[in-house]
C-alpha cells in the first residue's frame, strides 16, 4: 500500500509512541467523507496527526491524491501540507477577532476555490465577526474553528472528534452544519470520531481501529465496529476479592462526573445468579412500550429448549423492536452467554439513538463484567446518564462495587422485585409530568394568545 | 542650590542610558533562549536553565570579580576591547551593559520561558495547519500570546540594571560620566554626608519605579482590551 495512486489517501504508520505501538495502513478514496472509528486510545487521533504531520513516526508513508507527503527519506513539514485540521477543541487564536481567525490561513490571492462569504454563509458566523473568541460559546468556536480550517483552502479536511468536548445540545446545534457542509463541498475529509450515531449521520467510508491497527475499512454500512479488546481484567469478574486489595485498581477510562444529576433518576437493580433479571426487564419493558411511554434502549430474552433450558439469548431494541441479534448459544444449559461483537455494536447504537430522541426512560439490560472493565455498554450508559435521561439497568451483586465506582455512588438500589421497578418508575415518571405540566403552565398565556389570532 | 545640579543629572541620565541598552540586548538575547527552554526537551536543558539562574543566588560581588577577571585586560574582554584599540572592557560603559545583561538575564529569560510554556503546543500547531510558517508563527502568534511575560521580562530587567549596585562598583568602579550610575551614586553622597543629595536621588527612583511600573501595567491593560 505504500505507493501514492491519483484520486486515493494512501498512508501507513508503524512505531511506538509510550507503550502504545502503532502500526496502520490505510488507503482511503480522496472524495466524500472517511469515518476513522474507534475506542478511546485506539490510535486514531494519532493517525490523522501523522497524516497532518504534526506527528513523524520514523517508518511512515503517506500519499494523498497522489502527492507524496511523507515517506523514507522526505517529510513535508505540516505548513507546506495542503490540509485543514480541525482540533477536538476550538483552539481558536485568542488575541485575534473571530474575521481575523478565519482569515488567518486564508490566501492572499482573490480568486479561491472556498470563498470567505460562503463559509461564514454555510457556519452561520455573520454576526459573530467582529466578537472576540473568548465572547463564544463552546458551539460557536468550534464553528469558528470549522471555518478557519476550510478558508485556508485545504484539498483534505482532517476533523479529529470535533464534536466530542461539546455537550449534547451543541452537538446537535453544529451537526446540521456539519451535514451541509459535507453536502456541499468536494472536499475529501477525514472525520475521527468514537461516536457511532454521528458517523451514521454522514460518513460514506468507514474504518474501524482498535489498538493501533486498522481491523477494518469500507463503505459504511458494509462494515460492523468491533468493541474494544483488552483491559479485560481490570475488575475482571467483579469479585469481591478485589475489594481486599487496600488500593483499589482504577478505571482506566475517564473518571465521569455525575454530581449534577439527578440521582432518583438513575435506578440499578441489584441481582443474585438465580434471579432471572433479564425477563423481568424485558416484561417490565414490554409493558411500559404497550402503555404507549416513549422508552428506548436494549433489554435481552433468554432462548429456552423445549426442557426449560436455556440455549441462548436474544437482544431487543426498544425503540425500533427489532431484534439486534442471537447470541451463539454455548451449549445446552449453559447460562453465561454474552453478545458477540457486531451484536453490541448495534446495542451501541440503539441506546445512542434512544439519547438522540430523548426519550422518557432508557433500559440498558445490564452493568456487569463487560461494562465493569470498561467495555459492553458502558460508554453509552455513561451517555445516556450525563444526558439526564432516566436509566433503569441492572447489576449483579458483585458488580456492585464497580457500578458505584462508575456512578459515583448516585443512583437508587432496586431489589429484583417487579413491584420495586413498577414503584421507582411510577413515582419518577408521575413527578416528570408534574414538571412538564408546570412547563406547559408557564407557557400557557402566550399559547393562548396564539390561539386566539388563529381564530 | 538647584535640584537638578549637573552631577545629578550626569548619573541619571547614565543609568537610564545603561537600562534601556541592557534591556534591549536582554530582551534580544533571551527571547530565543527563553523559547528554546521552553521547547526543548532533555536534561541539558536544566543544566542551562540552572547556569542561566545562577545570578539569582550569587552575591553580585562574587559574579562582579569573575566579570572583572573576564573583562579586564588579560581576559576575553580585553581581547574584544583591542578591536576599537581599548585595553580592557572593565571600568567602561560597555563592560557595565556586558556585567548588567549577565546579572538580569534569569529575571528577563524566565518570565518569557514561562509564557512560552503556557501557551502550549496547541496554538503553534494550529497555525502550522494553517500554513504558516514557523517564523511567522513565532511572531504571529507565540509573540503576542507570551505578551504579558515579555512585558513582565522587560520590567523586571530594567529595574534591576537600575538598582544594581555591588557589581556595578566590582566592575564599573564609580567614574562620573562614564560608570557613575544612580545607586553608586547615592552611596558616595551617603559617603561623604551630603544627605540632601542622596534624598534626591532616592526620591527620583522610588518615583521612576512607581511610574515603571503603572505605567506598563496600564499599556498592558488597554492592549489587553484592544485584543478582547
Known sequence: ?455 | MEIWSPEIRQSVLLTVELATISTAILLVLATPLAWWLAHAKGWWTEIAASIIALPLVLPPTVLGFYLLVMLGPDGPGGWIASFWGGRTLAFTFEGLVIGSVVYSMPFVVQPIRNAFSATGERPLEVAATLRASPWRTFWTVAVPLARPGFLTGAVLGFAHTVGEFGLVLMIGGNIPGRTKVLSVAIFDYVETSRWREASILAGFMVIFAFAVILTMTLVDKRAARAAA
Open chain 1, 1 to 455: 500500500m505504500r505507493t501514492a495512486e491519483p484520486g486515493r489517501i494512501n498512508a501507513a504508520f508503524r512505531g511506538r509512541l509510550g507503550n502504545f505501538m502503532l502500526d496502520a495502513e490505510l488507503s482511503l478514496p480522496a472524495t466524500g467523507v472517511t469515518a476513522i472509528f474507534g475506542p478511546s486510545g485506539c490510535g486514531k487521533t494519532t493517525v490523522a496527526r501523522c497524516i497532518a504531520g504534526l506527528q513523524r513516526m520514523a517508518d511512515g508513508f503517506c500519499a494523498v491524491d497522489g502527492e507524496i507527503w511523507q515517506n523514507h527519506h522526505s517529510f513535508l513539514p505540516v505548513h507546506r501540507r495542503p490540509i485543514g485540521y480541525v482540533f477536538q477543541e476550538a483552539s481558536l487564536f485568542p488575541h485575534l477577532s473571530v474575521r481575523r481567525n478565519l482569515l488567518f490561513g486564508a490566501p492572499k490571492a482573490v480568486g479561491a476555490q472556498i470563498a470567505f462569504d460562503e463559509v461564514v454563509d454555510l457556519l452561520g458566523l455573520a454576526a459573530l465577526l467582529d466578537r472576540s473568541p473568548h465572547r463564544l460559546s463552546g458551539g460557536e468556536r468550534q464553528r469558528v474553528a470549522i471555518g478557519r480550517a476550510l478558508l485556508s483552502q485545504p484539498k483534505l479536511l482532517l476533523m479529529d472528534e470535533p464534536l466530542a468536548a461539546l455537550d449534547r445540545a451543541t452537538k446537535n446545534e453544529i451537526l446540521p452544519f456539519l451535514e451541509r457542509l459535507h453536502g456541499r463541498l468536494s472536499l475529501p475529509v477525514l472525520h475521527i470520531s468514537h461516536d457511532m450515531a454521528e458517523i451514521e449521520r454522514f460518513a460514506d467510508h468507514l474504518v474501524l481501529m482498535e489498538q493501533g491497527r486498522v481491523v477494518g475499512s469500507g463503505p459504511l454500512h458494509s462494515l460492523r465496529p468491533i468493541p474494544p479488546a483488552g483491559n479485560r481484567d481490570r475488575y475482571g469478574d467483579c469479585s469481591p476479592r478485589r475489594k481486599s486489595v487496600g488500593n483499589r485498581t482504577r478505571m482506566t477510562s475517564m473518571p465521569i462526573d455525575f454530581h449534577d444529576i439527578d440521582p432518583n433518576r438513575v435506578a440499578a437493580i441489584l441481582y443474585r445468579s438465580q434471579d432471572d433479571v433479564d425477563t423481568l426487564l424485558a416484561d417490565f419493558a414490554e409493558t411500559l412500550t404497550r402503555s404507549g411511554e416513549r422508552i428506548g434502549g436494549v433489554v435481552q430474552r433468554n432462548i429456552k429448549d423445549g426442557a426449560g433450558c436455556q440455549v441462548g439469548m436474544q437482544a431487543v431494541d426498544l425503540m425500533t423492536g427489532r431484534e439486534i441479534s442471537i447470541c451463539q448459544p454455548l451449549g445446552s444449559g449453559a447460562m453465561a452467554c454474552k453478545l458477540d461483537a457486531a451484536g453490541l455494536a448495534e446495542a451501541a447504537v440503539a441506546v445512542t439513538r434512544a439519547i438522540a430522541a430523548d426519550v422518557d426512560l432508557v433500559v440498558i439490560n445490564k452493568f456487569s463484567k463487560q461494562e465493569a472493565a470498561g467495555e459492553g455498554l458502558r460508554d453509552e450508559l455513561a451517555d445516556a446518564i450525563a444526558a439526564g435521561i432516566p436509566v433503569l439497568t441492572a447489576v449483579p451483586e458483585k458488580c456492585l462495587d464497580a457500578w458505584n465506582d462508575f456512578t459515583g455512588g448516585i443512583g437508587t438500589s432496586l431489589l429484583c422485585e417487579r413491584s420495586a421497578i413498577e414503584g421507582w418508575w411510577q413515582d419518577l415518571s408521575s413527578r416528570m409530568k408534574r414538571a412538564r405540566a408546570a412547563r406547559l403552565a408557564a407557557d400557557a398565556p402566550a399559547a393562548l394568545l396564539t390561539d386566539h389570532h388563529v381564530g
